[in-house]
């Protein structure tokens, strides 16, 4: 199974008619925040494939559509009221959703750095990784793993992130690796400038991979490559 992992940048060779051709054996799209909604409508219009993605710290216009009030904490809005229009991806922020054979689980926002929206303090994200645990759990006993893919915003402490508050990582994101080892912990929020950037770190059991621009994860290979290089 081919992924294309999308984040923070809309990137000319996703966002472009060639898009059937270039990602035409791609089976499923993970979008780790801060890109527009009609991005993702663009994606999901033109591959016709599962679109899974979490909200950002940015481009939050929607973010109301898809919690009460904006509330991160609430339950999940009514997504037909009056005024919203879907744009065919689903918002996987505090849900375990399944595709294709894998487990997916999503955690979006950054850390809090100004009090602005979809943003946690470090003991907020722990919250929201307590209320997976019951999915998770049931997975662990029916399906034998707990998942396969953690879709975040941010990065997990230590790793990819930065030193200014705003680009802070996770400590709980550790935790959530050494206790449930998804094979994948896909984030964003980390832009590479340069082609020395770490993309790649090997964790655990785990390979966090910043899905800035746009890159494709081989499954079946069990390897991962720059879409860039297809």
């Known amino acids: ?9 809309i990137d000319p060779l996703v966002y472009t008619n060639s898009i059937k051709e270039r990602f035409r054996d791609v089976d499923m799209v993970l979008s780790a925040g801060d890109l527009p909604m009609d991005y993702l409508d663009f994606i999901v219009s033109s591959l016709n494939k599962p679109l899974f993605f979490v909200f950002g710290n940015h481009n939050l216009k929607e973010l109301k559509y898809y919690t009460k009030g904006g509330d991160p904490f609430a339950e999940e809005a009514d997504l037909g009221k009056p ?21 997916i689980a999503g ?10 929206e979809n943003q946690f303090t470090e003991f907020q994200m722990k919250m929201q990784i307590l209320r ?4 998770l ?37 550790l935790w959530f690796m050494k206790k449930f080892r998804p094979r994948y912990l896909i984030h964003g929020h980390i832009h590479l400038y340069d082609l020395a950037d770490v993309r790649l770190t090997q964790y655990e059991k785990t390979q966090v991979i ?5 890159y494709v994860i081989d499954t079946a290979a069990g390897e991962l490559m720059t879409a860039k290089e297809n």
């Open 1 to 9: 199974m081919k992924i294309l992992c999308i984040s923070d940048q």
């Open 83 to 103: 005024g919203f229009q879907g744009s065919g991806a689903v918002h996987v922020h505090g849900r375990v959703v399944h595709e294709n054979g894998l487990i």
């Open 107 to 116: 955690l979006g926002g950054s850390m809090r750095y100004n009090h602005g």
């Open 132 to 135: 997976l645990v019951p999915a």
């Open 137 to 173: 759990l049931f997975n662990r006993i029916f399906r034998g793993r707990y998942l396969d893919i953690l879709l975040t915003h941010a990065s997990p402490k230590g790793i990819h992130d930065k030193q200014d508050k705003c680009h802070w990582g996770f400590e709980s994101f």
């Open 210 to 214: 910043n899905a800035y621009s746009q």
